[in-house]
C-alpha cells in the first residue's frame, strides 16, 4: 500500500515554496505520492511568465497582476529580502553549495508526478486564469483539497 502527502502551499515566498518544492521532490523519490494545493500567495509560484493575460480582467485584476510576482523566480524572501538583495545572496550561496534552484525544484516536481491543485476560489479573486498558470495544475475547491488531505498520511501547511 503506497503512502501519500498532501501539501497546502499559502506562502508567495521563495524560501518557503523551495521548502516545499524540496519536501514533494523527496517524497516522490521515497515513492509517495505527493499533491500540493496552492491558495492565494502559493499560486504565484505557479504562475507562467509568458502566459499572464489582461483579458477579461476587471482594471483590479490587471493591477494585481503587474504588481504581483510573475512566476518562481519573482518571488521575494519570508526574512531579509531586502528589496530582492537578500534573495541574490541566498542564490549565490546556494550556487556555491550547488544546489539547485527554485525553478529547477519545480520541474523536477512536474516530472516526478506530483499532483499540483489550484485553489478555485484564491484564483478567482485573485484574477488569475487556468492558462496563465503551468498546464499540470488541476483547479480545485477548498472540498476537493480536504478529500485529498483526509486520505492522506502526511499533511503539511506552508
Not at 505527493?34 to 489582461?54: C, E, Q, Y
Not at 534552484?101 to 516526478?112: D, I, Q, T, V
Not at 496563465?132 to 495544475?137: A, D, R, S, T
Amino acid at each position: 500500500m503506497s503512502k501519500k502527502m498532501n501539501m497546502i502551499l499559502f506562502s508567495g515566498d521563495y524560501d518557503k515554496a523551495l521548502a516545499a518544492l524540496i519536501l514533494a521532490n523527496s517524497a516522490r523519490e521515497l515513492g509517495i505520492d505527493v499533491s500540493m494545493f496552492f491558495a492565494f500567495w502559493g499560486l504565484f509560484l505557479l504562475r507562467n511568465p509568458n502566459k499572464i493575460t489582461d483579458e477579461e480582467k476587471t482594471n483590479y485584476e490587471k493591477l494585481f497582476a503587474r504588481m504581483t510576482p510573475k512566476g518562481p523566480e519573482d518571488l521575494p524572501l519570508s526574512k531579509m529580502n531586502f528589496s530582492g538583495l537578500g534573495k541574490t545572496f541566498l542564490k549565490e550561496m546556494m550556487k556555491d553549495d550547488d544546489a539547485p534552484p527554485l525553478e529547477a525544484f519545480l520541474k523536477g516536481a512536474r516530472k516526478k508526478g506530483v499532483k499540483f491543485y489550484g485553489c478555485k476560489l484564491s484564483m478567482e479573486v485573485m484574477g488569475f486564469k487556468k492558462e496563465e498558470l503551468i498546464p499540470e495544475v488541476e483547479i480545485i475547491d477548498a472540498k476537493g483539497y480536504i478529500k485529498d488531505a483526509v486520505d492522506s498520511d502526511i499533511q503539511l501547511f506552508i
